[in-house]
């Protein structure tokens, strides 16, 4: 049986750190992801409206093989400079791959859509969050908030609001395996308009209500809900502002092909989570990451069940996400909580 780690969060991966910034009036943050040690890398790319920074070098045929950061953002393409303002910071310690006699920080990155989320994106002529990257380095620790933090400051899903969430799992050979979400798709995470999560299956103890499925399933449990279409809440969110950006990491000692695969089996989580998912107008997006600090080289078959749990703990991750948002003025959206 899976469990969760102590802290229930990515963190519980040894090796890593995730710190928060985000700006209340803007309605929008910043999640930054930052290794101890450079860590095996790799991505996958499911969304049709992706937008990223650094992930052709994460492919398993090319030459960098680890990083030192992942950055999610909110903001659309301007969050992007997010990954700037983390580099900075990595810079200032030294961090970084020696290229010709200079340290380079390998910072991927990937943003969602908040854009029309009811925030003040009049910000002038430069965008904020390279600064909101940096700080969200410096708040880098090992506990973090969920909910209404980071990228899941804006975030929104179809009918409640979305947010930032993670969880981790400890399989039965001491390896962990932990997930972090931006919860922002165009689908839903409940069942219909219940209170249920499409991934209570995989829910340990009460993590996101403990509510199991209705029964009997709602009529609209298979009618595609759509954000851009929710004419109940005014229809505020157009075809294309979406996307679900997330981190699944692990200890285990894997290759960049075996991250790459890891990548892929975490991108399961969304569609165990989120109805419907991958979609034309939603950016997902999956890095997948290796500290190796277990020193757990995996047989065949404890690498199926890695790839399992992969998929499980990205599920919970984003269940997770949207279960801890918290109302703010302003909002569009109501929250879980409120339902």
């Known amino acids: 049986m899976f469990h969760s780690g102590p802290r229930n969060l990515i963190t519980d991966v040894a090796g890593l750190k995730v710190g928060n910034a985000a700006d209340a009036r803007l309605k929008s943050g910043v999640t930054a992801l930052l290794c101890d040690d450079p860590a095996v890398a790799a991505v996958q790319v499911l969304g049709g409206a992706p937008g990223t920074r650094e992930t052709d070098l994460l492919e398993p045929q090319n030459?960098?093989?680890?990083?030192?950061a992942v950055v999610l953002s909110g903001g659309s393409a301007f969050g992007l400079d997010a990954a700037s303002g983390v580099q900075a910071a990595l810079r200032e310690r030294n961090i970084g791959v020696e290229v010709g006699g200079f340290r380079v920080p390998i910072v991927p990155a990937a943003i969602l859509f908040d854009l029309r989320n009811g925030g003040d994106k009049g910000w002038g002529r430069y965008p904020p969050y390279r600064e909101l990257g940096y700080q969200a380095a410096q708040a880098a620790e090992a506990d973090f908030a969920l909910g209404t933090a980071g990228a899941g400051m804006g975030a929104l899903t179809s009918g409640l609001k979305g947010g930032l969430g993670s969880a981790s799992t400890v399989l039965e050979t001491g390896v962990t395996i932990g997930a972090l979400a931006a919860v922002n798709p165009t689908g839903s995470v409940t069942v219909g308009r219940t209170r249920h999560f499409w991934a209570a299956p995989f829910e340990i103890g009460d993590e996101f209500g403990g509510l199991g499925y209705p029964s009997p399933m709602p009529a609209d449990a298979r009618r595609i809900l759509l954000k851009y279409r929710d004419k109940q809440f005014g229809g505020q969110a157009?075809?294309?502002?979406?996307?679900?950006i997330a981190v699944i990491a692990t200890d285990a000692v894997l290759t960049k092909a075996a991250a790459k695969r890891l990548a892929i089996s975490a991108h399961d989580g969304f569609a165990r989570a989120i109805w419907p998912a991958h979609t034309p107008?939603?950016?997902?997006l999956v890095f997948a990451l290796a500290t190796g600090k277990s020193g757990v080289e995996l047989s065949a078959d404890a690498a199926i069940d890695l790839y399992a749990a992969a998929g499980a703990t990205m599920a919970r991750a984003i269940s997770r996400g949207v279960h801890a948002a918290t109302a703010a003025e302003g909002d569009l959206f109501p929250v879980w909580s409120s339902r």
């Not at 030459?63 to 030192?68: G, N, R």
């Not at 157009?238 to 679900?244: C, I, L, M, R, S």
């Not at 107008?281 to 997902?284: E, F, I, Q, T, V």
């Open 63 to 68: 030459s960098v093989h680890e990083i030192h």
């Open 238 to 244: 157009d075809a294309g502002g979406n996307t679900t």
């Open 281 to 284: 107008a939603d950016g997902d």
